[in-house]
């Protein structure tokens, strides 16, 4: 079963278009990580944001902010204002705190393919 | 600071051939881990070092798939008898003394085998 579901597999908005990413992740560990990366173009993966599993509370960083909400196992990430240079492929990833065979390893999502057009 | 290092950028090899991909982890780190993204398969986990503990390699697809990592530091990840299916991105990544820190990835090295 897959741990991490990025259910949208392409998007695309209007340059100043609020943008939401969505993820739902499956654990039954009590301590885990939750993780996003951009990867753009040029292949490389980005870091974006790190949540453990204590810590629901929101966060916002720029025009990015990520809702975290246990009740439904979801991640979701919004970009608000989008841009061109926004347009890339967004991974969400868990990774388990208590299983010491899977401990740090990630597992990710098949990415979002996010397309900003001016 | 230097980030993660990978070499060759990349490789196009025949297939029947042995490959090497190099890894250069952040000074510093000690887990380090190899990932492998593909069209079909997304990015998937190959394997894992933690300092000087035994690796976690219940990611490699196959025998012919091997990694090292010396002094704690550099990893070589070696394919055998390359098949075309092998083709993909590899991923390197490293992470601070927790294995739960954040993992920063390298640039990849994308393998071709005709």
């Known amino acids: 079963a897959q741990k991490v579901t990025q259910a949208q597999t392409e998007i695309s908005v209007v340059e100043k278009e609020d943008v939401t990413l969505d993820c739902v992740y499956e654990?039954?560990?009590?301590?885990?990580?939750l993780f996003w990366y951009k990867q753009p173009p040029s292949g490389e993966l980005v870091f974006l944001i790190r949540?453990?599993?204590?810590?629901?509370q929101n966060e916002i960083s720029g025009r990015y902010s990520w809702n975290f909400q246990k009740s439904t196992s979801s991640f979701n990430f919004t970009i608000t204002a989008s841009q061109v240079v926004d347009s890339a492929v967004y991974f969400c990833?868990?990774?388990?705190?208590?299983?010491?065979?899977?401990?740090?390893?990630?597992?990710f999502g098949r990415g979002t393919q996010l397309t900003v057009w001016p | 600071g230097a980030g993660v290092s990978q070499s060759p950028s990349n490789k196009v090899t025949e297939k029947g051939k042995d490959v090497e991909l190099r890894c250069d982890p952040i000074?510093?780190?000690?887990?380090l881990y190899w990932y492998r993204q593909s069209l079909g398969q997304g990015l998937e986990f190959l394997i894992y070092?933690?300092?000087?503990?035994?690796?976690?390699k219940s990611g490699l697809p196959s025998d012919r798939f091997s990694a090292e990592r010396t002094g704690g530091s550099v990893s070589t990840l070696t394919i055998q008898r390359t098949q075309q299916e092998d083709s993909a991105v590899y991923l390197c990544?490293?992470?601070?003394?927790?294995?739960?820190?954040?993992?920063?990835f390298g640039p990849g090295t994308r393998l071709t085998v005709l």
């Open positions: 990833a868990l990774s388990e705190g208590n299983r010491g065979s899977t401990l740090g390893r990630l597992y």
């Open positions: 000074s510093g780190h000690t887990a």
């Open positions: 654990t039954r560990d009590t301590t885990y990580y």
């Open positions: 949540r453990n599993s204590f810590d629901e």
């Open positions: 990544a490293s992470s601070s003394p927790s294995v739960t820190d954040t993992q920063y």
């Open positions: 070092f933690q300092g000087n503990s035994a690796p976690d």
